[in-house]
């Protein structure tokens, strides 16, 4: 009776605690905008949220499935399961950084066009319209998008503001940033703005690939050695007796540690090894 009521207690306690403070946003939900933004980043608009995750846990079916028909041990194969659902957030980023890396070398020729056309005498909607059919390949869909989101309303905050979401890339909000605030206050320095703004973009997409040229080595190299434990563990769970070890009380403690372990050690290498990203004026 007495550990009820302490148990009681304790729980009045933290509900009492929690009331004074704000509720925090549901970890759900952040961790939705996340995926959100990836797709986003990584081209794949069409994408699902809900989707993704299906595909996710497609993927730890077929790799649990397919190690557990091997080595006969739930538990392996349960490792190797959540290595599958993985899989997909690595090629989403994976994806994302090329995207990226390939955007950064169009954008100075984007800032480009939309100098000339300006100067050419065309409005800045009609300039951006345009880049839909000449515009650099990877950008040209969003681009058309605008033009029709600007010719079905004529306002132009709104489809620029659509156009930005598709983007989802912090080199565009610059532009984007400018474009807008030189429409609703005017000035006629546009097109130097626009002259600066590309110079700028193409030095820091050339040091950018530089940096990252020379630290895909080492992230490379420390992604294999986080992979190579896991490579030897699945060729010796074809053996019966490293299966029968794994199986036991003590063998799962290791396999859970060095889950663990790999965990940490790869989100660390990733803290260490990785370029800090570009933040985004709007968001």
Known sequence: MSLVLGLLLGLGSLLIWQ??????AKPTKARKRRIETLL???????????????????????FAVIVFVVTLSPLIAMIFGIFGAILPVLVLRWRAAKRAAALREQWPDVVDHLRSAIRAGLSLPEALIQLGT??????????????????????????IER????????????????????RDVGGSDLGEMLGTLGGFLRDSARTRGELEARQSWTVNAARLAVAAPWVILLLMSTQPQAVAAYSTFNGAIVLLAGLLISFVCYRIMLGIGSLPSEERILK
Not at 53 to 62: E, G, Y
Not at 166 to 175: F, G, M, N, S
């Open 134 to 159: 000449q515009g650099p390949e990877p950008l040209r869909q969003a681009f058309t998008d605008f033009g029709l989101d600007y010719r079905a309303t004529s306002r132009f905050d709104e489809a």
């Open 40 to 62: 986003l980043h990584a081209g794949l608009d069409k994408v699902s949220v809900g989707g993704f995750f299906s595909a996710m846990a497609i993927c730890f079916l077929i």
């Open 163 to 182: 156009l930005r979401y598709r983007l989802a890339d912090p080199v565009a909000d610059k532009i984007i940033a400018a474009l807008t605030i030189t």
């Open 19 to 24: 009331s004074c403070w704000t509720e925090p």
